[in-house]
């Protein structure tokens, strides 16, 4: 800057960072619509949980029975990516959805399309992929439309709805 105009300083120089003008994608409610009208009946319950709680897909599908709450649609989180435990509260649709796919007595709240809970896997992933990438596919989706991206799409739509970031980024964890 200027101290190094006047020979007060040595000039330095800093490279440009690039940056990249990628938009965040979330779907539009016609969309998830869609999503949800072309997913396989145990895909359903899993978007339910996915929309209506902004949890990872991890979380969703590792998500015990015995955290959950029907009747207020809460849902504890003791083990998250983070390491913070919390805990998420779904809309009555969500709810109503995964109560109408059958909840177990015991164990994983959401199954396989065989009725067994997911093995959760260090670094796991790709466990819903194919069944997602089917419905994705059927309902006129890019490839760009993942899991994650229902996780981006409940941010974005609980903002609009309440203009609470605070309680966004709490319950988003």
């Known amino acids: 800057g200027m101290a190094s105009e006047n020979g007060r300083a040595i000039p330095r120089k800093f490279r440009r960072l690039t940056v990249r003008h990628a938009r965040t994608r979330w779907l539009t409610p016609a969309e998830f619509e869609r999503l949800l009208s072309n997913a396989a009946p145990h895909l359903v319950p899993i978007l339910a949980c996915l929309i209506g709680t902004g949890c990872r897909t991890s979380e969703a599908l590792g998500a015990e029975v015995e955290n959950w709450h029907p009747t207020t649609g809460e849902l504890w989180l003791p083990e998250t990516k983070n390491g913070h435990a919390r805990m998420v509260q779904m809309p009555e649709r969500a ?20 009725g067994q809970g997911y093995i959760m896997r260090v670094n796991g992933g790709a466990q819903i992929q194919a069944s997602f990438n089917n419905a994705r596919d ?36």
Not at 148 to 166: E, L, N, P, Q, S
């Open 95 to 114: 709810r109503d959805m995964i109560l109408a796919a059958g909840v177990p007595e015991e164990g994983q709240l959401l199954h396989t399309p065989k």
């Open 138 to 173: 059927n309902a006129g989706l890019g490839p760009e439309v993942t899991p994650h991206v229902i996780r981006h799409t409940w941010a974005t739509w609980f903002y609009a709805a309440t203009k609470d970031y605070g309680r966004m980024l709490d319950l988003g964890g």
